[in-house]
């Protein structure tokens, strides 16, 4: 098991950025893959963007180029440094990390990002 803390939302005007951090209570070592997910109000939870244990990354389309994922297996964190943000990009974004052997899903609470025009 593994809870999932996340921070670093907030509000912030378009082109700013924002970097969310993702605290988990173990090791991320040995974890599957680790990723950042947002849920816009009336839309389905979408992935945004996923690290795997050996460093290679994925991005959604839209956000390609303007999010970063990263580790520190040191810290137990996983953090999403987000730049150029646009106001479709306002949802509740959440942590989540894949556990081995069974590919187990956990998730965070979610945190806040509102992006103003």
């Known amino acids: 098991q593994v809870q999932l803390v996340e921070s670093g939302g907030g509000l912030v005007q378009a082109g700013g950025s924002l970097r969310l951090s993702c605290a988990a209570s173990?090791?991320?070592?040995?974890?599957?893959?680790m990723g950042w997910y947002r849920q816009a109000p009336g839309k389905q939870r979408e992935l945004v963007a996923r690290?795997?244990?050996?460093?290679?990354?994925n991005y959604a389309d839209s956000v390609k180029g303007r999010f970063t994922i990263s580790r520190d297996n040191a810290k137990d964190t996983v953090y999403l440094q987000m730049n150029n943000l646009k106001p479709e990009d306002t949802a509740v974004y959440y942590c989540?990390?894949?556990?081995?052997?069974?590919?187990?899903?956990?998730w965070g609470q979610g945190t806040q990002v509102t992006v103003s025009s």
């Open positions: 690290i795997f244990s050996g460093g290679s990354t």
């Open positions: 989540n990390a894949d556990l081995p052997p069974l590919h187990t899903n956990y």
């Open positions: 173990r090791s991320i070592f040995s974890i599957n893959s």
